[in-house]
């Protein structure tokens, strides 16, 4: 089975708060992905679940050619807006496991946080078919820390909240154990760090851009802006909130 409609349509209405308040990824993890793999102007680099454009702003600061692929259309609005600047990215509104792409014409795969939304049979047999012989795929994830008093009060609040947070958890589980979908032997790890300093708004916002959280117009929405206006008051300090991430990259040829 394809990725499902259900899995694509997941983050309709969310698509302006993903866009204001998720994350970006640490400069080190981009270095270090741009020069690990030697790419260059002729290279050609495929993003899969590109959402918004976060992370495809990035990699179009690289000289490749960069093709992002997002299903939902109001992600992929918000990300053909943000990536009209740069000539040498293109998006399309296809999935990872039938990117309509050529065979062997991908220098490498990034998938940053939409791994687990794909059906894993599907996508490796197209990673397998569009990725040039010696492409590598990337898997990031930036995974919440919860260290601080603060971020571990923060996960209680999700889990209080949440609407399916454990069937989101168990399918971004399979994206912590990927020794069979690489190559033998190919797969890296690598880990980077990530802080990130936010306003109350800032927060709400990135709480509300989570697809397992009740959006604002869900009947707890009152209540889980109130509890998470307490829990911010009580730890942020000058009005500011930190929230690291880590940032774990897979990496590995198919």
Known sequence: MSQDFRNIDRFNLRANNYDKYRPSYPQALLDFMFEHNSLNEKSVVVELGAGTGILTQELAKWPCKVIAIEPNNEMRERASKALSQY???????????????????????????????????????????ILTNKGKAAIIWNIRSAETPFEKAYEHFIRD??????????????????????????????????????????????????????????????????????????????????????????????
């Open 87 to 129: 000539a040498n990215c293109v998006i399309t509104s296809t999935t990872a496991e039938h990117t309509g792409l050529m065979d062997r014409s991908a220098d490498m795969i990034v998938c940053a946080q939409s791994f687990h939304w794909f059906d894993l049979t599907e996508a490796k047999r197209e990673f397998k078919r």
């Open 161 to 254: 909240f949440s609407i399916d947070y454990a069937e989101v958890k168990k399918r971004e589980s399979r994206g912590n154990n990927l020794a069979d979908f690489f190559k033998r032997h190919s797969l890296e790890e690598h880990w980077f760090s990530y802080d990130t300093q936010l306003t109350f708004k800032q927060l709400l916002g990135r709480t509300l851009s989570y697809s397992y959280m009740p959006n604002e117009d869900h009947e707890s929405a009152i209540r889980m802006k109130a509890a998470l206006k307490a829990l911010f008051d009580q730890y942020s300090n000058n009005g500011i909130i930190s929230l690291s991430y880590k940032t774990k990259l897979f990496m590995g040829m198919m």
